[in-house]
């Protein structure tokens, strides 16, 4: 027969693991600064030579709505299978 003992719980340990998860935790959710500031995301609409998002701007059209290519700029590119 296996008898299991239990001992009695450490207050003050658990206290100060606590204070430690909770201090790690807090650490490492402050805020950080991005390169881009909000009032530029939202008005990036007038930036049309800048995705600052993923999809060009928060419409998400994901196409440029610039009217002219540089020609130079566009004999760099690689060439795309779509």
């Given at each position: 027969?296996?008898?299991?003992?239990?001992?009695?719980?450490?207050?003050?340990?658990?206290?100060?693991?606590?204070?430690?998860?909770?201090?790690?935790?807090?650490?490492?959710?402050?805020?950080?600064?991005?390169?881009?500031?909000?009032?530029?995301l939202?008005?990036?609409d007038?930036?049309?030579?800048?995705?600052?998002?993923?999809?060009?701007?928060?419409?998400?059209?994901?196409?440029?709505?610039?009217?002219?290519?540089?020609?130079?700029?566009?004999?760099?590119?690689?060439?795309?299978?779509?």
């Amino acid at each position: 027969m296996v008898r299991i003992v239990q001992e009695p719980c450490n207050y003050a340990k658990a206290a100060g693991w606590i204070f430690a998860v909770s201090f790690l935790a807090g650490f490492l959710a402050r805020p950080t600064h991005g390169q881009v500031t909000f009032d530029r995301l939202v008005n990036s609409d007038k930036e049309p030579s800048n995705w600052l998002t993923y999809s060009g701007d928060y419409s998400g059209k994901r196409f440029s709505s610039l009217d002219r290519v540089q020609l130079r700029a566009a004999a760099l590119q690689p060439p795309i299978a779509v």
